[in-house]
């Protein structure tokens, strides 16, 4: 069954429709989310994708990212794919938008206008084996110290997002 992201111009305002990978290839910009989990000790719940996904297969990331479906918000969006991602769903908050343009494997593009969500589970998370390979809580300094010496390991939207989750925690 073929997905479909939202087009949206520089101000997350919706121009369209295109087939997910289609919009990969070409490097369109489309409507995005990221879901940012921490435990009660403040860590960061991060996931390693699936080997077989369909680009940055066996990278470590957030706890879910995706995208809206057409006449979805990006709220509903990030509720229904948390579950359907890592198998639980919890209170999430609105943290902040950016937008970013990456090249990935496989000759793809992520260019996305991105809502930052920030929620906090405490639990193994009964994750779905076709979406992700492993998980673990670490802490926010140790994991940004090994992205710093081991970009390779984690994806691009990755690098470029917690940073700015950092920052907007510590603003907060």
Avoid at 24 to 45: T, V
Avoid at 101 to 120: P, R
Avoid at 132 to 161: Q, R, S
Wanted: glycine fraction near 4%; proline fraction near 3%; charge should be negative.
């Amino acid at each position: 069954m073929a997905e479909y992201v939202v087009l949206v111009n520089e101000n997350d305002e919706p121009l369209g429709t295109m087939e997910k990978m289609e919009a990969h290839e070409k490097g369109l910009l489309h409507r995005a989310f990221s879901i940012f989990i921490f435990n009660a000790q403040g860590e960061m719940l991060i996931h390693q994708r699936a080997k077989h996904k369909y680009h940055s297969g066996g990278l470590w990331t957030n706890a879910c990212c995706s995208h809206p479906r057409e006449n979805e918000n990006p709220v509903q969006a990030a509720h229904r794919r948390l579950m359907e991602e890592m198998g639980f769903d919890c209170e999430l908050k609105k943290a902040f938008e950016f937008t970013y343009k990456s090249k990935l494997d496989n000759e793809l593009t992520e260019h996305e206008y991105d809502h930052v969500f920030l929620g906090e589970y405490g639990s193994e998370p009964p994750f779905n084996t076709d979406e992700v390979a492993d998980y673990k809580y670490i802490a926010v300094d140790e994991l940004l110290v090994n992205i710093n010496e081991n970009p390779e390991l984690y994806t691009e939207w990755f690098k470029i997002a917690i940073k700015k989750v950092v920052e907007f925690k510590n603003n907060s």
